[in-house]
């Protein structure tokens, strides 16, 4: 039987929350021991995760973040992680220059910073699962990633991440860790018709391509070769691995490279 973790923030009234309670209602629990844990340790949702999945939490709330009481609750667990299980100490150079960053850039989020606190105060967890799911972006993420034992680890990605503010400062290369999310670089001949190829390629594996980048300076021959970053989503690693697979059967000989959202 299939071991598989799902991580979310909360469980209050989102579309994300109502969506993970539909997928893990879902799957045949005769082919998957299904866990969930929730960063936060709140929302009102929770009474309706079915029986047969596991809730790791040892302590929950089921009140929303969004009440006064949920607050006074998340804020309780952010200063729990921060001061009893030391998040603050370990992550002052990353608070400090994240804070200056915001601020520079004219939008200060605490949110944002503190999911990481949230994240690195959270309990570790001991077993090894075949699948380890953040479901949401920050904390979950960041948890999924650093903190969870895992064969393979995926990641849902719910906005406009960039808008949001998250950035490459904020997620200290989460991302690199996650199979879902891959970047390669190809050198191509600088002509008509070379990044059409690539793209068949991808599209013939449904690869979802995210992000685009062109350097035509990577070499002082431009003719020779120009280089081609594609950031690209996959359903896990053997998705990724066939992706890869096909692009060096075509000829293009992908590189993998660390993979950046912003």
């Not at 309706?48 to 929950?60: F, H, M």
């Not at 001061?83 to 200056?100: C, D, E, H």
Request: aromatic letters at 10%; a positive charge; hydrophobic letters at 45%.
């Amino acid at each position: 039987m299939k071991k598989i973790l799902f991580v979310i923030n909360t469980m209050g009234y989102g579309g994300a929350e109502r969506a993970l309670l539909n997928l893990i209602s879902a799957l045949e629990k005769e082919q998957y021991e299904i866990s969930v844990f929730v960063l936060t340790g709140q929302g009102e949702l929770i009474h309706q995760i079915p029986d047969s999945v596991t809730l790791l939490n040892k302590n929950y709330k089921d009140v929303s973040v969004l009440t006064s009481k949920g607050r006074m609750e998340l804020m309780k667990t952010i200063l729990r992680a921060g001061i009893l299980k030391g998040a603050f100490f370990r992550r002052f150079s990353y608070l400090i220059k994240n804070s200056v960053n915001m601020k520079q850039q004219g939008r200060f989020l605490p949110d944002k910073l503190l999911w990481r606190i949230l994240a690195d105060g959270a309990p570790t967890m001991p077993k090894e699962y075949d699948l380890a799911v953040a479901y949401l972006e920050g904390g979950a993420t960041y948890y999924v990633a650093d903190r969870v034992k895992a064969k393979k680890k995926a990641a849902f990605i719910h906005i406009d991440y960039k808008k949001a503010g998250y950035g490459e400062k904020l997620d200290l290369g989460c991302y690199e860790k996650i199979d879902r999310i891959f970047t390669v670089s190809v050198l191509l001949p600088d002509k008509p018709g070379e990044l059409v190829k690539v793209a068949q390629t991808i599209a013939e594996e449904q690869g979802n391509v995210i992000k685009l980048e062109h350097n035509q300076f990577v070499s002082i021959n431009r003719n020779a070769a120009v280089e081609l970053r594609v950031t690209l989503e996959a359903f896990g690693t053997d998705h990724k691995n066939r992706i890869i697979a096909a692009l060096e059967a075509a000829g293009f000989r992908p590189k993998l490279i660390s993979a950046k959202l912003y």
